[in-house]
Antibody, heavy 118, light 111 residues
């Protein structure tokens, strides 16, 4: 069974940094592309970033380009999102999503909440 | 950046059929946009129902189908069930600009 477990969320002050992790199991992590998606409270979904199975290519949404960095460690079956220069509008639940074959968004984690506030 | 448009809310009667649509500010949605449809119930993570316009995952109920309709992507629900009440999001790929965009979501009420 595919399982994705996000961690690392919490309360951070504006301008601060946070690193999210996504632990994957139940599939061959090193073969699949991965994505980060977020959802602000009461709002819709927003795609943030994509990383291929080999870590190249990588893509970002304009809203986080230059502030967020996606990475992965295939030996540890883990995906990461380094978030810097955080703003109040980055407050959201952050989901990782795994691909499978031609489906980019095959499986989803349960999300981790990031709150940016002073 | 492209804007993806969905109906904010739609109501369907139990057992009825409804079509949700997904349009793009850049023009017609085509098979090259590899549109996805996701379902999200309150307090839960999203679940992908349709990928690449019309392909279903193993868990996708047969009553859901994806297609292209009048320049938009469409999700049709035939025989709505109370458990289908949820928010539905489309996800569109813009490979020419290496960008991927979610629609604003449609709140489906089964009533």
């Amino acid at each position: 069974e595919v399982q994705l477990v996000e961690s690392g969320g919490g309360l951070v002050q504006p301008g601060g940094s946070l690193r999210l992790s996504c632990a994957a199991s139940g599939f061959t992590f090193s073969s699949e592309n991965m994505n980060w998606v977020r959802q602000a409270p009461g709002k819709g979904l927003e795609w943030l970033s994509y990383i291929s199975s080999t870590s190249s290519p990588i893509y970002y949404a304009d809203s986080v380009k230059g502030r967020f960095a996606i990475s992965r460690d295939n030996a540890k079956n883990s995906l990461y999102l380094q978030m810097n220069s955080l703003r109040a509008e980055d407050t959201a639940v952050y989901y990782c999503a795994s691909g499978s074959g031609s489906s980019w968004l095959y499986s989803w984690g349960q999300g981790t909440l990031v709150t940016v506030s002073s | 950046q492209a804007v993806v448009t969905q109906e904010p809310s739609v109501t369907v009667s139990p057992g009825g059929t409804v079509t949700l649509t997904c349009g793009s500010s850049t023009g017609a949605v085509t098979s090259g946009h590899y549109t996805y449809w996701l379902q999200q119930k309150p307090g839960q993570a999203p679940r992908t129902l349709i990928y690449d316009t019309s392909n279903k995952h193993s868990w996708t109920p047969a009553r859901f189908s994806g297609s292209l309709l009048g320049g938009k992507a469409a999700l049709t629900l035939s025989g709505a069930q109370p458990e289908d009440e949820a928010d539905y999001y489309c996800f569109v790929s813009y490979h020419s600009t290496w960008n991927w965009v979610f629609g604003g979501g449609t709140k489906l009420t089964v009533l």
